[in-house]
Structures are given as C-alpha cells and as structure tokens.
C-alpha cells in the first residue's frame, strides 16, 4: 500500500472546523489503496478549546506524529500555528520522507504558511507534493485595502509566498473550483505541470452515528411544539450580512407569518469562546427580533454537539456569501440529519 504524508498543524481534539477535511481524508484514503499518515502539531499548543469526542471518530489504527511548537507569549505575538511549528514539522516531515518509502505529501491549507513546507520539501527530499485549498489564500477580504494595516500586510504577503509555494506542486485541489482556479490563472505553468480537482467537504454518517451512540442532547433550546426551529451552525461569513440583512427585513414586514418560527445561530459570534461576543444580535435588534424569532449562542461549542441540536432543530438554515467561491458545506450536515434545508445562497 502506497503512503501518504498529511500535514496539517490542527487535528482532533482541535475543535476548529479545519481539521474534518484532514479527518475525512484519513477516513477514507485506505480503500483506495494510500495508508495515511497525519502530521500535526501537539494539542497542548492549541489556543482553542479541545474537544476530546473528535478523537473517537478517527480510525483505531490511524498513524499521528506530532511535533512541539513555539508556545502563544503574552502578550500575543506570533499566533499562526503553522509558524509556530514550521521549523519542528519540517524537520519530523523530512525524517519521516528520508526513513521510510512516502510516496505522496498532501499539505491542506490553511494554515497558509505550511504550504511553504511542500515546495521546501521537494527540494530536500525530491518529495513529489499538493496542496488542497480550504481556503482561497489570494483573495480580499475585509480591511485587506486599509493600507499598511495588519490585513494589507497579510494581503500582500500572501501574493509574494504563494507563487513559491505551488511552484513545484503536481495536484491542486480545494473545496470546489473557485478556490484554486485564481491560483492556476496566476500561475499559468500549473495548467500543464498539475492536475488540479475540486473535492467537497461531504460528510460522514458515522458521525452522525456516534452522536446517538454518545445519547448527546440539545442544551441550547428545547423542542416547543407549534414553535419551527431552524438552526444555522458555524460562522458567519463576511459577506454574508448583506443577504442576512435582507432576511431580516422581511421577516419584521410582516411578523405574524413568523410568530411560530425561531432561528437560532449557533457558533456566530466574533470569537470562538467568547459567549458574549455577538455577531446576530445587533442586526436581530435593529428589526426587532431578538429573542422572539432570532436567537444567537455566539461561542463555538464542540463539533457533536452541533449535530445534536441539528438533529434536534426542525430545519437547517444556510446562509450562502457574495463571495464568488463561496461553497455551501453545511448542507451535506443537514441532510445526514433528516432535515428540511432553508438555504439562501
């Protein structure tokens, strides 16, 4: 069986919404015939909250090698895991390509900076490697245009490493085509040296599986009988306030059509566990309809619970984005849970 080296810093019990694609993949690589290797950093260098149920939907024989990395300084200076173990996972990966007979490396991102450790790796060690993009690493975001601020930086930083980095890639792929097609149009010689294919997150039905098998339950809200509760689950996305505002506005034009349903977002908020850092809240209030129709949990809360309240809602609310390569994961979740999907994309 031919071996695959996956690098990438966050795996369970990481709770970041990262680590399922590396998951997925090392779920499912042995039917085809590849043995996964996972490459990651430590959990005790994680900054997020651990959740320890993420570890029981991995394979029982599934390899993991991890590495140390730079600890978070108060006050916080160098935050991006990537960087804080790009030296130790370099080297680990370089020992781990010399000793035994890797045929592949595969580098999801972000972390953007581990890209890096493809084309540094093929130089050392001739290591034929890909890169699968989660996310666009070349794109404007927010405050990306505010010159010589944080974002610039990132911005035009991205532009000068990211060239480097697919230089010598022979795969490229991401969640769907809009999220490396720009990369290939920026660097032309890919469309000859590469093969290139968009692969959806999916989901799992085990999950869903051990969600029941755990007897894990909703602790948000509660089933109200004559009360529809839909339920949108992950953060929201930049650009996507513009079509949520709009939702809001129709619903408070006429309020009587909505005084049986509830929205309840779960995992909004400006950071990943602050309870109080609202995101929903002030645009709910702006129309009237916090607390009444639209309710707003914005702390992250563990990966199986989600599933829990999903498969507890009456509906699934997906919220799509104005971003051109915007793509609606979340709908594979709601249809593993049984449920009605209300998607505006």
Same mark, same amino acid.
């Given at each position: 069986?031919?071996?695959?080296?996956?690098?990438?810093?966050?795996?369970?019990?990481?709770?970041?919404?990262?680590?399922?694609?590396?998951?997925?993949?090392?779920?499912?690589?042995?039917?085809?015939?590849?043995?996964?290797?996972?490459?990651?950093?430590?959990?005790?260098?994680?900054?997020?909250?651990?959740?320890?149920?993420?570890?029981?939907?991995?394979?029982?024989?599934?390899?993991?090698?991890?590495?140390?990395?730079?600890?978070?300084?108060?006050?916080?200076?160098?935050?991006?895991?990537?960087?804080?173990?790009?030296?130790?996972?370099?080297?680990?990966?370089?020992?781990?390509?010399?000793?035994?007979?890797?045929?592949?490396?595969?580098?999801?991102?972000?972390?953007?900076?581990?890209?890096?450790?493809?084309?540094?790796?093929?130089?050392?060690?001739?290591?034929?490697?890909?890169?699968?993009?989660?996310?666009?690493?070349?794109?404007?975001?927010?405050?990306?245009?505010?010159?010589?601020?944080?974002?610039?930086?990132?911005?035009?930083?991205?532009?000068?490493?990211?060239?480097?980095?697919?230089?010598?890639?022979?795969?490229?792929?991401?969640?769907?085509?809009?999220?490396?097609?720009?990369?290939?149009?920026?660097?032309?010689?890919?469309?000859?040296?590469?093969?290139?294919?968009?692969?959806?997150?999916?989901?799992?039905?085990?999950?869903?599986?051990?969600?029941?098998?755990?007897?894990?339950?909703?602790?948000?809200?509660?089933?109200?009988?004559?009360?529809?509760?839909?339920?949108?689950?992950?953060?929201?996305?930049?650009?996507?306030?513009?079509? +949520?505002?709009?939702?809001?506005?129709?619903?408070?034009?006429?309020?009587?059509?909505?005084?049986?349903?509830?929205?309840?977002?779960?995992?909004?908020?400006?950071?990943?566990?602050?309870?109080?850092?609202?995101?929903?809240?002030?645009?709910?209030?702006?129309?009237?309809?916090?607390?009444?129709?639209?309710?707003?949990?914005?702390?992250?809360?563990?990966?199986?619970?989600? +599933?829990?309240?999903?498969?507890?809602?009456?509906?699934?609310?997906?919220?799509?984005?104005?971003?051109?390569?915007?793509?609606?994961?979340?709908?594979?979740?709601?249809?593993?849970?049984?449920?009605?999907?209300?998607?505006?994309?």
């Amino acid at each position: 069986m031919k071996k695959i080296l996956i690098i990438y810093p966050h795996f369970p019990p990481s709770n970041l919404a990262g680590v399922h694609r590396p998951r997925l993949f090392a779920n499912h690589l042995k039917s085809y015939g590849w043995e996964p290797i996972i490459l990651t950093v430590n959990e005790k260098y994680y900054e997020e909250k651990l959740d320890w149920d993420l570890v029981k939907l991995l394979p029982q024989n599934l390899r993991l090698e991890k590495v140390n990395a730079i600890p978070i300084t108060k006050p916080r200076i160098l935050g991006d895991i990537g960087l804080r173990g790009f030296i130790q996972l370099f080297k680990k990966a370089s020992e781990i390509i010399r000793d035994e007979q890797i045929t592949f490396l595969y580098i999801p991102i972000p972390s953007f900076y581990c890209a890096l450790l493809g084309r540094l790796l093929h130089k050392r060690r001739n290591i034929p490697y890909g890169i699968d993009y989660i996310d666009p690493w070349v794109h404007s975001f927010p405050g990306s245009n505010k010159f010589m601020t944080r974002h610039w930086f990132s911005s035009k930083l991205a532009r000068i490493l990211e060239p480097f980095a697919v230089k010598k890639a022979i795969l490229i792929t991401g969640v769907a085509e809009g999220y490396y097609m720009d990369v290939i149009k920026r660097n032309p010689h890919l469309k000859y040296q590469c093969l290139s294919g968009a692969m959806p997150y999916g989901a799992e039905e085990a999950d869903h599986l051990m969600v029941k098998n755990l007897n894990l339950r909703p602790y948000l809200f509660s089933r109200q009988i004559n009360v529809f509760k839909f339920v949108y689950a992950g953060a929201m996305l930049p650009k996507a306030y513009a079509v +949520l505002d709009a939702i809001f506005q129709a619903i408070s034009e006429d309020k009587k059509i909505f005084e049986t349903v509830e929205f309840h977002f779960i995992g909004t908020g400006k950071t990943p566990s602050d309870p109080y850092g609202f995101n929903i809240k002030s645009l709910a209030e702006r129309y009237e309809l916090w607390q009444t129709v639209v309710f707003e949990y914005p702390a992250r809360i563990p990966y199986l619970d989600v +599933l829990a309240h999903l498969e507890h809602a009456d509906g699934v609310f997906i919220l799509g984005s104005t971003e051109p390569h915007y793509t609606p994961s979340k709908a594979y979740q709601g249809i593993l849970a049984g449920k009605p999907i209300l998607a505006v994309l």
